[in-house]
Each structure stands twice: as structure tokens, then as C-alpha cells.
């Protein structure tokens, strides 16, 4: 029996598989258990005829081939290379022991790159399971962003064979951190950013409260709500955010190409950290993932290191919004089904943007609000305490006036964030301000006698939560970042207090 080693994905994470194969002298059959799906058993003819292509003649006997663990569901047509090459060195003695292979093939013998073939290897290489790695020569370009491995990129099937059987000849690329594009280092890591700015603040006119308020949030990954009349750039501020967002470190960019993978699209592995934006329409799975059998990835989960965008907050359903509450606070979420359980993890910036009532105007100086107080009151009501308590910038804006006039612009905005981000990294944290545990907001938002004592008598008079002192520290520590200032200070709190919902 012989035996190489392969992995599956098991929801977000990838397993690590077995892969045996036995010859048996008994009538010929070709069989593969082991909780094998349709892609895997599918796999028998596309082998035969790939053996059959270098002129291999199949054994006649019994041939099986077992997937362990055999209580792992396994899927994806990854598997055949693997199952190939056991086959094809039958009678060869060769040690398969410190490679992994992947790769679907092709009736010719060709190999092909799978859609979960990149997800799979990081996932393994970020465990430390896998160093020597077999792989089609078309995913080599996005494996080899992977650090710490030895791949060897094959075309098809023959030169698969020819790693074993003669191994001198074998192609072996080492991975490495290359990406093109500028960046920052800080304590002897790269951090990565475009410098491109497709849309700028620059052309949002007047709203300098919301200029400072976004440029807050972004140098401390401060979630945020913007409320104000329809037209008065709420969402045009919004969608500029992330474009000033911080810099990201090679892991984060692997695991954003990780989470575009599980999407069904293309790594691009661009430092553009990613802005989802679901519509109050969309589903409580598809925001926060589900299935019936294995939970699938949504869009909070595919915001983690971004931006999550909920534009007209209140008309989300309740059930969405109130499901929010614990990735906003725990940074992670815990999907459990009867077959799987899968935590994913939810750093993001959160902004919401909301209209001051349901027809818009009540904030309005030249259009007349048609709400009555009862109807004002139900459209407020659907955003609940404890989610609001979890909001740490609240920013009200007002109408655009003919003579306001563009001020900053996003390049910048992104100098600041970019020394406020050297800042905290150099201060030692590795969170940013707004994600800041309770142990880490004493330790990094030290404050002077006057904002303690400003924070002090604030929280009796706007009936500050524990977790809202926390908020208003955060925020704080930002400010005084900005500022560049080691402590925090009064004009530091006071400014912090100010954005506090009220």
C-alpha cells in the first residue's frame, strides 16, 4: 500500500487527508471510499484516461483508493493528482512522505488549478502542516505569494512522475513576499498600500465634521454612523473610507485573497482593503453565512481587515441588526450547523448611514418633515441600545450650503493614517485603536488628571455604559495619535466625548 498526502476543505479551514491506494489481485474495479463527493468519484475516468495519455497501461486489479480521516467529508477534483500518481508508481519504491500534491486533470494528462486550491495551502501553510507542495504549473503565480514553501510547479501529469523518478531534474521555486507595491516598514516588516485614490474626499464639499470624524475611524478602525437629510453626502463620505484605510501586512493580503477564493473569485492580492456592502434586502445567511449542511462565508465574514457598509440602517430587518452585536464586540463569529461549527473572524470598520426620520427632512432648513413623532419614534427605535452602545463615532450632518467649498483630500488623509498606523505599531500594539482589548486599553490609552477627571464626571451625565467608557478611550487614543500626542489629553476627551450618540 502506498500513500501520499492531500487536504479538503472543512468550511473555512483545510484538513489534512490521507491518500492510499491498495492493488489487489481480484477482478478489475476501481473504487475510492472514504465520504468521497461527486467531484472526487468523478475523478475516476478523468485519471484512466490521463494514464492512458502517457501511455500507462492500468492495472488490472483491484484497485482502492481510501480517503482518511473517512469521517471527513471530502470534496474537490484537487484530489486527482494525487490519486494518479499512487497509481502510476505502483510498482515503483519511492517516498512520497514529504510532499503534498493538488491538481485537477485534464483527459490529456494536462493539469488544472482549482478554484479552493489556494484557500486549501494557506490554511495549511499558516498551521505549519505543509512545506514541500506539488501544484499545477497555471497556480503558481498565487502560491508562490505563500511564504515558507518549496512548490513544485508541474504542467501535467508526466512531469508529476518525473519528481520521483527522477528527482535532479525536478523544479523546485521557493515562495517570497513579492508584491509591487509601495510600502512601509516598521519594526522589519512590510506593510502594504496602492497610494490610489479613484475616489477622493476632496470632492465631498463643506462636511468637515464628517472629514474628521471618517479620518478618526480610519486611523483607528472606529466604527461609525453618519446620520443626516438625503443628498448630504452620507454615503458618498462612506464609500471614500476605505480608500485611506491603513496600510496591510502580507498575512492580511493572503487571507483577503483567502476569503475572494472562498468567493468563487480571482486573488488579486491588492493591498485595497476590502468594502462589502449588502443590501437591506439581503438575507440574515448571506450577511452572516449559512447552509444547510456546511455553513458557507457572508458578507461580515468577508469584511474582516475592511470595511462593512449597511446603508439605511434602520430598514435592515431587526433580526440582522440585533445579529450584529457579537461580531461587533468579539471579533469573531461562531456559525454552528448539526454537521459543522465555524468561527469566523470580524475585524471590521463597521459605518452605517441612516436618514434623521423616514422621509429624510427632519434636519432639513428648506423642505418640511412629514413624519409624525410616533413615526419618528418607530424608525429610531429599530436601531437598539446595545447596538448603538457598540457604535464608537457618531456624526450628524447637515445640509451641503451653496458656497461650501472641497478642503482635504484623500492622499492627505492617508499621510495622517499612515503615521498614526507607524505609531501604534511602534507602541507595541498589534490592534488597532478601535479594536483594543479591555487589558489593552490600560496598557496604551494612558490619560492625563484632566481628561480622567473629564471622563469622570461625563459618565454620569450621559449615562455612560462600561463599554461606552471604553469607546470614548479608544477614540481618545486615536485622537491623541493624530495630535501625536503620548497621553491622552483633555481636548483629546472632550472631542471623543462629542461623538458619542446622545
Given at each position: 500500500m502506498?500513500?501520499?498526502?492531500?487536504?479538503?476543505?472543512?468550511?473555512?479551514?483545510?484538513?489534512?487527508?490521507?491518500?492510499?491506494?491498495?492493488f489487489?489481485?481480484?477482478?478489475?474495479?476501481?473504487?475510492?471510499?472514504?465520504?468521497?463527493?461527486?467531484s472526487?468519484q468523478?475523478?475516476?475516468?478523468?485519471?484512466?484516461?490521463?494514464?492512458?495519455?502517457?501511455?500507462?497501461?492500468?492495472?488490472?486489479?483491484?484497485?482502492?483508493?481510501?480517503?482518511?480521516?473517512?469521517?471527513?467529508?471530502?470534496?474537490?477534483?484537487?484530489?486527482?493528482?494525487?490519486?494518479?500518481?499512487?497509481?502510476?508508481?505502483?510498482?515503483?519504491e519511492?517516498?512520497?512522505?514529504?510532499?503534498?500534491?493538488?491538481?485537477?486533470?485534464?483527459?490529456?494528462?494536462?493539469?488544472?488549478?482549482?478554484?479552493?486550491?489556494?484557500?486549501?495551502?494557506?490554511?495549511?501553510?499558516?498551521?505549519?502542516?505543509?512545506?514541500?507542495?506539488?501544484?499545477?504549473?497555471?497556480?503558481?503565480?498565487?502560491?508562490?505569494?505563500?511564504?515558507?514553501?518549496?512548490?513544485?510547479?508541474?504542467?501535467?501529469?508526466?512531469?508529476?512522475i518525473?519528481?520521483?523518478?527522477?528527482?535532479?531534474?525536478?523544479?523546485?521555486?521557493?515562495?517570497?513576499?513579492k508584491?509591487?507595491?509601495?510600502?512601509?516598514?516598521?519594526?522589519?516588516?512590510?506593510?502594504?498600500?496602492?497610494?490610489?485614490?479613484?475616489?477622493?474626499?476632496?470632492?465631498?464639499?463643506?462636511?468637515?465634521?464628517?472629514?474628521?470624524?471618517?479620518?478618526?475611524?480610519?486611523?483607528?478602525?472606529?466604527?461609525?454612523?453618519?446620520?443626516?437629510?438625503?443628498?448630504?453626502?452620507?454615503?458618498?463620505?462612506?464609500?471614500?473610507?476605505?480608500?485611506?484605510?491603513?496600510?496591510?501586512?502580507?498575512?492580511?493580503?493572503?487571507?483577503?485573497?483567502?476569503?475572494?477564493?472562498?468567493?468563487?473569485?480571482?486573488?488579486?492580492?491588492?493591498?485595497?482593503?476590502?468594502?462589502?456592502?449588502?443590501?437591506?434586502?439581503?438575507?440574515?445567511?448571506?450577511?452572516?453565512?449559512?447552509?444547510?449542511?456546511?455553513?458557507?462565508?457572508?458578507?461580515?465574514?468577508?469584511?474582516?481587515?475592511?470595511?462593512?457598509?449597511?446603508?439605511?440602517?434602520?430598514?435592515?430587518?431587526?433580526?440582522?441588526?440585533?445579529?450584529?452585536?457579537?461580531?461587533?464586540?468579539?471579533?469573531?463569529?461562531?456559525i454552528?450547523?448539526?454537521n459543522?461549527?465555524?468561527?469566523?473572524?470580524?475585524?471590521f470598520?463597521?459605518?452605517?448611514?441612516?436618514?434623521?426620520?423616514?422621509?429624510?427632512?427632519?434636519?432639513?432648513?428648506?423642505?418640511?418633515?412629514?413624519?409624525?413623532?410616533?413615526?419618528?419614534?418607530?424608525?429610531?427605535?429599530?436601531?437598539?441600545?446595545?447596538?448603538?452602545?457598540?457604535?464608537?463615532?457618531?456624526?450628524q450632518?447637515?445640509?451641503?450650503?451653496?458656497?461650501?467649498?472641497?478642503?482635504?483630500?484623500?492622499?492627505?488623509?492617508?499621510?495622517?493614517?499612515?503615521?498614526?498606523?507607524?505609531?501604534?505599531?511602534?507602541?507595541?500594539?498589534?490592534?488597532?485603536?478601535?479594536?483594543?482589548?479591555?487589558?489593552?486599553?490600560?496598557?496604551?490609552?494612558?490619560?492625563?488628571?484632566?481628561?480622567?477627571?473629564?471622563?469622570?464626571?461625563?459618565?454620569?451625565?450621559?449615562?455612560?455604559?462600561?463599554?461606552?467608557i471604553?469607546?470614548?478611550?479608544?477614540?481618545?487614543?486615536?485622537?491623541?495619535?493624530i495630535?501625536?500626542?503620548?497621553?491622552?489629553?483633555?481636548?483629546?476627551?472632550?472631542?471623543?466625548l462629542q461623538?458619542?450618540?446622545?
Amino acid at each position: 500500500m502506498k500513500q501520499i498526502l492531500c487536504a479538503t476543505l472543512d468550511g473555512f479551514d483545510a484538513k489534512v487527508v490521507d491518500v492510499e491506494v491498495s492493488f489487489v489481485r481480484a477482478l478489475p474495479s476501481f473504487a475510492i471510499v472514504g465520504l468521497a463527493q461527486a467531484s472526487i468519484q468523478e475523478s475516476k475516468e478523468r485519471i484512466k484516461s490521463a494514464l492512458s495519455a502517457i501511455d500507462f497501461k492500468f492495472p488490472p486489479q483491484k484497485v482502492t483508493v481510501n480517503l482518511s480521516p473517512s469521517d471527513l467529508r471530502k470534496e474537490g477534483s484537487h484530489f486527482d493528482l494525487p490519486i494518479a500518481l499512487l497509481i502510476a508508481l505502483q510498482k515503483t519504491e519511492t517516498d512520497f512522505s514529504a510532499f503534498m500534491a493538488f491538481g485537477e486533470l485534464g483527459l490529456d494528462g494536462r493539469l488544472k488549478d482549482t478554484s479552493t486550491l489556494f484557500a486549501i495551502i494557506l490554511s495549511l501553510a499558516k498551521e505549519n502542516l505543509i512545506k514541500k507542495v506539488i501544484v499545477p504549473h497555471e497556480s503558481l503565480e498565487k502560491i508562490a505569494k505563500i511564504p515558507e514553501l518549496e512548490i513544485y510547479p508541474v504542467k501535467n501529469l508526466e512531469e508529476a512522475i518525473t519528481i520521483f523518478t527522477t528527482p535532479q531534474t525536478a523544479t523546485c521555486v521557493n515562495s517570497s513576499e513579492k508584491l509591487s507595491y509601495p510600502c512601509i516598514t516598521v519594526d522589519g516588516k512590510n506593510y502594504y498600500f496602492t497610494g490610489e485614490f479613484p475616489i477622493d474626499f476632496h470632492e465631498v464639499k463643506g462636511q468637515e465634521n464628517a472629514k474628521r470624524a471618517s479620518l478618526i475611524a480610519a486611523c483607528g478602525m472606529h466604527n461609525i454612523l453618519f446620520e443626516g437629510s438625503p443628498g448630504c453626502g452620507k454615503s458618498m463620505s462612506a464609500k471614500r473610507i476605505p480608500f485611506i484605510l491603513p496600510p496591510m501586512s502580507l498575512d492580511e493580503i493572503l487571507e483577503k485573497a483567502k476569503l475572494d477564493a472562498l468567493e468563487g473569485k480571482e486573488p488579486d492580492f491588492s493591498p485595497q482593503r476590502e468594502f462589502r456592502s449588502p443590501h437591506h434586502t439581503a438575507t440574515k445567511a448571506s450577511i452572516f453565512g449559512g447552509g444547510s449542511r456546511s455553513a458557507k462565508v457572508g458578507e461580515v465574514s468577508l469584511a474582516n481587515n475592511g470595511v462593512l457598509f449597511f446603508d439605511e440602517i434602520p430598514h435592515f430587518p431587526k433580526t440582522v441588526l440585533e445579529s450584529l452585536r457579537e461580531p461587533l464586540e468579539d471579533h469573531q463569529l461562531l456559525i454552528s450547523r448539526v454537521n459543522t461549527k465555524i468561527r469566523y473572524q470580524t475585524k471590521f470598520l463597521f459605518i452605517a448611514a441612516m436618514n434623521p426620520c423616514p422621509c429624510g427632512n427632519l434636519l432639513s432648513n428648506s423642505k418640511e418633515c412629514r413624519c409624525t413623532e410616533l413615526e419618528i419614534s418607530r424608525y429610531k427605535k429599530r436601531l437598539s441600545s446595545p447596538l448603538l452602545d457598540r457604535i464608537d463615532l457618531y456624526v450628524q450632518m447637515g445640509e451641503i450650503a451653496p458656497d461650501d467649498k472641497p478642503s482635504v483630500s484623500s492622499r492627505e488623509m492617508f499621510e495622517t493614517v499612515k503615521k498614526v498606523f507607524i505609531l501604534q505599531k511602534e507602541r507595541g500594539q498589534t490592534e488597532f485603536n478601535g479594536k483594543l482589548s479591555d487589558r489593552e486599553i490600560q496598557e496604551y490609552c494612558t490619560t492625563d488628571h484632566e481628561s480622567r477627571k473629564l471622563l469622570e464626571s461625563a459618565i454620569p451625565r450621559f449615562d455612560l455604559s462600561q463599554r461606552a467608557i471604553n469607546k470614548t478611550l479608544k477614540v481618545a487614543r486615536t485622537i491623541a495619535d493624530i495630535e501625536e500626542s503620548e497621553d491622552i489629553r483633555k481636548s483629546h476627551m472632550l472631542e471623543a466625548l462629542q461623538y458619542r450618540f446622545r
